[in-house]
């Protein structure tokens, strides 16, 4: 079934098409999985930016939900970095047009490449082009290469362009690029050396739910969100910035499972934001981290709680400022 929302009011969301989404007819597609859209991809969908600008034509991303990984494991076992809605967010920051999304399941990946090119791209979204990045590969036994997509194009009458390894870019070397590395670096909480990797802070995007109101109790309100269930990110205390309705605030943040005051409990968001006492309960909020402060820690008593959290707010603090007077690159 055809079903097609918006993120954002001019970016848009496809889910299975069976004919060109309204605004992406005759699109230029950058085809991949791009989780996280690092600094590497990037360079692939700033190369179908380039061609979708010369040929006039809206420009796309074509990607695939649930991650392979997860589909042939038959469970969770990828770290999302950007989930559905977070790479749609940064998708629209980058200027695409918007995201088709393909179910990817078994019956989905055992199809013969031809499938792929004959069906999706030609039929059901009558792409202009697609561009794909120099190791990409589809289809049943991964058949479909490179060469047999140019070949592809060249027969059904769109353009291919594929994008060779990418070396450089304005920040330096891409030889330590990856998702892989990237989720590493979340898992030990160095969220510094993600933000080098991708090119951005990492971030999430999750409703405001209500919670024990604890924070409340103590002097520290908190606007909590549940993240991705694939998330590894470290427990621990973050300095962050939170987004909602537009406006950027500051804050402090624990991730974890509150072992101090629960005994078990599944890993929550929780984000202080300073200098702010309205209600953010129901908003979709994207929450950034910019700098690790400790690991989750339980203590021996609500008032030594209290006490570290003064001080990570203060750290927090600290950490943001210096992000906003360090002289940019």
């Given at each position: ?198 090119g951005h802070p990492y971030f999430v995007e999750g409703v405001v739910t209500r919670g024990r109101q ?82 989750e820690a339980k203590f021996p008593s609500l008032d030594a709680l209290t006490a570290q959290m003064h ?19």
């Open positions: 079934m055809d079903a097609a929302l918006s993120s954002a009011p001019s970016f848009i969301v496809a889910r299975d098409p069976l004919a060109p989404p309204p605004g992406l007819e005759g699109a230029v597609v950058a085809i991949g999985n791009f989780d996280g859209l690092h600094r590497g991809h990037r360079g692939v969908i700033a190369h179908a930016q380039a061609l979708a600008q010369k040929l006039g034509k809206p420009c796309a991303l074509l990607t695939f939900e649930p991650h392979p990984a997860d589909c042939f494991a038959g469970k969770s076992v990828i770290f999302r970095l950007t989930p559905p809605d977070a790479k749609a967010a940064m998708l629209a920051r980058l200027g695409l047009d918007g995201m088709v999304i393909l179910t990817f399941d078994k019956d989905f990946a055992a199809r013969p490449p031809q499938e792929f090119t004959e069906e999706i791209l030609r039929k059901r979204l009558g792409v202009s082009a697609a561009v794909a990045g120099y190791d990409f590969c589809f289809g049943a036994m991964r058949a479909g290469n490179p060469a047999f997509l140019r070949a592809e194009g060249d027969r059904l009458g769109f353009t291919v362009e594929i994008v060779p390894r990418i070396t450089q870019d304005e920040a330096g070397s891409l030889e330590a690029v990856s998702s892989t590395a990237t989720r590493e670096a979340l898992a030990a909480g160095d969220v510094a050396l993600a933000a080098k990797l991708l604890l924070g409340r109790t103590l002097g520290f309100p908190t606007a909590n969100i549940a993240l991705d269930p694939s998330s590894k990110l470290r427990h621990g205390i973050y300095a962050v910035t939170l987004e909602a309705d537009g406006v950027l605030r500051e804050g402090v943040a624990n991730f974890g499972r509150r072992p101090t005051v629960e005994a078990e409990g599944a890993p929550l968001l929780e984000v202080f934001v300073f200098d702010f006492d309205g209600d953010l309960y129901g908003k979709t909020v994207e929450v950034a981290f910019i700098g690790f402060i400790r690991g001080a990570d707010a203060a750290k927090a603090r600290e950490m943001l400022s210096l992000r906003q007077t360090a002289p940019s690159s």
